[in-house]
């Protein structure tokens, strides 16, 4: 069956410590993977988006990066947070012709 | 470029009362629109779509309908509930290789007893 993951769920990270959330996705190969992120107060925002191993296309300019290195994973990292850089992350595979998939979200506070 | 807006919150509204969220949208070409929701604690969930322009997406008493002529995806209820409480999103999804899913800023909706 087709599934999506995330993990942490939720994550407290100091200032100026490094970030890595995973996405992985089940049941499906070639998968168009999605980070959005929710601040405080503000809807969903398209951070960065992949259509396949190595192609990352960055949607607003930030502190944080994305991988692919593999066809159903897809990485999200910093190297050093910021305060900012709190919020929620999701992740979301959107196949072209069905309902988008996504993972429960990530909780992150950096202190 | 490709955009949603949506409707400010948050949105209180007393049960039974009638609901609307306004949504528009800038697309190039004929995107497929939804509105996604977001109980409190929960994930998002898919509530309603439509495809192309006069459809109207419905589910749980919710409604939509595609108006390519004004570009709009408005979210009707006849009479909300407390258990409709949550933040919804409107968002549209644009074809190609990307096949991006954008999505509106949200609007909060609480609804009291």
């Known amino acids: 069956s087709q599934t999506i993951h995330q993990w942490p769920a939720t994550l407290v990270q100091p200032v100026g410590s490094p970030l890595s959330l995973e996405c992985t996705v089940e049941g499906t190969s070639n998968p168009n993977l999605y980070w959005y992120r929710q601040a405080a107060g503000r809807g969903l925002q398209l951070l960065f988006y992949?259509?396949?191993?190595?192609?990352i296309s960055s949607e607003v300019p930030q502190n944080l990066s994305a991988s692919r290195p593999q066809d159903r994973q897809f990485i999200l990292s910093s190297k050093k947070l910021l305060l900012s850089d709190s919020g929620f992350y999701l992740c979301a595979w959107v196949p072209l012709n069905t309902e988008a998939f996504f993972g429960q979200g990530t909780r992150l506070t950096v202190v | 470029g490709n955009s949603v807006t949506q409707m400010e919150g948050p949105v209180t509204l007393s049960e039974e009362a009638f609901l609307t969220i306004n949504c528009t949208y800038t697309?190039?070409?004929?995107?497929?629109l939804f509105w996604y929701v977001q109980y409190p604690g929960e994930g998002l969930q898919l509530l309603l779509k439509a495809t192309k322009a006069d459809d109207k997406g419905s589910n749980k008493g919710f409604e939509a309908t595609y108006r390519k002529e004004t570009t709009s995806f408005h979210l009707e209820k006849g009479s909300v509930q407390v258990s409709d409480s949550a933040v919804y999103y409107c968002?549209?999804?644009?074809?190609?290789?990307?096949?991006?899913?954008?999505f509106g800023t949200g609007t909060l909706l609480a609804v009291q007893p």
């Open positions: 968002a549209l999804r644009y074809g190609g290789a990307t096949n991006k899913l954008i």
């Open positions: 992949s259509v396949g191993i190595g192609q």
């Open positions: 697309a190039t070409g004929y995107p497929s």
